[in-house]
């Protein structure tokens, strides 16, 4: 058994805010991560092709995923999971996004295949 007393935060661009609380950065662990993240209104990221499966649970606000279908709009309460290989991009809709997002395996800048 192993406790960890609190999530590392990770610096990106842009606003957003991520703190780990399971993953590379935080515990050492590469199988999984799990990350809190709050976004500010009208946030982007570049569109990734990640070589991991994302489950994202949105807490508050919405997060908008863009994909070869189209955009989903994902509000509160509702999660989206997203497959290895997959082009996705994910955004903020107009009053931003509090969610909570698991990688399988656990997230890397290398293997988030970003653009």
Known sequence: ?????GPTRIPVPGGKLIDEHIGRVNSGDEAISVAHMVAPPGWEEPAQTPSFTEYTVVLRGTVLVEHAGGVTEVSAGQSVVSEPGEKIRYSAGPEGAEYVAVCLPAFSPESAGRE
Do not use: L
């Not at 058994?1 to 007393?5: P, S, V």
């Open 1 to 5: 058994m192993r406790r960890i007393e």
